[in-house]
């Protein structure tokens, strides 16, 4: 009989965390064609939003790691669940777009202190670390599988402000849980100063070691995809293939369950085969999903796009722990902290492109074009096994 430990006690609240901070977010996906028609702005406008919002969520990435260093992942981790239930409540009352705008970067910047934060924590705590790293992840796609479908269904009954203040309802009591559950622990630097931790010469040096700037780069490619299909998917199919838009809420539901169903097993495989094997793997998969979606008609069509995305784009639960390979354990927090933010940030541009290019040329181009970028980091992870390249 299997006993219940308080790793997986860390585990489970870390991962309920990261459920409440994406919900938040991806709330605001669904009602986008709300949002447009509201307040009388184009999809590219959005993207300057959404993209705006992830750009401070992973900017948040470097600082929440020095802070956590400094005073210790429970509270940083708090400060990012309480922050978001406050930011959601402030961006369902926005009044203008404008302030929607700030809004949705005030979301982005509280709910992007956790990500680097758990992951490190987690790190500390478990030594098969993709499989636990899997685990967590599996919180975005959970979040993705109940709030979109509740967000479309309340903002035809309630309107979209109800249907973003249910980031707030889904982070106040994983607040309370994550607050009685999880003990304090001790911060890897509480007598260095957070200046310090900020000079430029030793942030250069991390990021220009080869291992670490090949995996940057690909993530740069990767999270520009998920960005773009985080904030678009359901516009996509509502506009290009002709879908209502609670159908098109339950198919973004469904790739996010997909998503959080194999989260574990990606990690999993990428204990056992490499980390290199599967995200080549992950990203083949990705393009045939964008291909279904784009070339194929049909419902099975569509079906199967979804099981392929799904598994496809959680390549993170593969890619991520790369990173951590590469990284002493006093680096891990304010490290992974920095290559988050740097690839996060020029990922989150995915957003803004994607609505521009759907503006400009249509669905179809705008999402070949990630399909293609995908490719190029199959090509990249292909190259660099074939002539044992070492990045």
């Known amino acids: 009989m299997l006993r219940w430990r308080y790793q997986e006690t860390v585990l489970t609240m870390c991962t309920l965390a990261f459920l409440a901070t994406m919900a938040a977010r991806l709330v605001i996906s669904p009602i986008v064609p709300r949002l447009t028609a509201e307040f009388g702005v184009s999809n590219s406008v959005i993207g300057v939003a959404l993209t705006g919002m992830w750009m401070a969520y992973f900017l948040s990435q470097f600082p929440s790691g020095v802070f956590a260093d400094k005073y210790g992942e429970r509270r940083v981790i708090l400060v990012a669940v309480g922050g978001t239930a406050v930011a959601s409540a402030f961006l369902a009352i926005a009044p203008v777009f404008p302030v929607f705008v700030i809004g949705t970067i005030v979301l982005g910047a509280v709910a992007g202190l956790h990500y680097s934060v758990a992951t490190s924590l987690l790190t500390r705590t478990y030594e098969e670390i993709g499989a636990a790293i899997g685990v967590h992840n599996s919180g ?14 309340v903002a035809v009954r309630y309107g979209w402000r109800a249907a973003i203040a249910i980031g707030a309802v889904v982070a106040v009591p994983i607040f309370v849980l994550f607050a009685r559950s999880v003990r304090p622990i001790d911060p890897q630097r509480p007598d260095q100063a957070i200046a310090d931790r900020l000079e430029l010469g030793p942030l250069v040096d991390l990021l220009s070691r080869p291992e670490i700037a090949f995996t940057v780069v690909l993530a740069v490619l990767g999270d520009f995809v998920w960005q773009a299909v985080s904030s678009f998917l359901p516009a996509f199919l509502v506009a290009y293939r002709g879908q209502p838009e609670t159908t098109a809420s339950l198919v973004f539901g469904g790739y996010f369950i997909v998503q959080g169903i194999t989260q574990v097993g990606v990690g999993a495989a990428s204990d056992r085969y490499g980390r290199q094997v599967v995200t080549a793997v992950c990203m083949a998969f990705s393009v045939a999903g964008f291909a279904l979606l784009i070339a194929v008609p049909g419902p099975v069509a569509v079906v199967a796009a979804v099981l392929l995305l799904g598994i496809g784009l959680g390549w993170g639960a593969a890619l991520l722990p790369r990173f951590m390979d590469h990284l002493s354990a006093t680096e891990r927090s304010a490290g992974f902290g920095l290559v988050r933010t740097v ?49």
Do not use: E, H, K, Q
């Not at 803004?352 to 759907?358: K, R």
């Not at 249509?362 to 990249?380: D, E, I, P």
């Open 343 to 391: 690839y996060g940030v020029l990922g989150a541009l995915g957003s803004v492109v994607t609505g521009t290019l759907a503006d400009l040329f249509g669905w179809a181009v705008s999402f070949g074009f990630l399909a293609a970028l995908l490719g190029v980091v199959f090509a990249a992870l292909v190259v660099n096994r074939a002539f044992s390249l070492g990045y």
């Open 140 to 153: 975005g796609p959970i979040a993705g599988l109940v709030a979109p479908p509740i967000a479309a269904w």
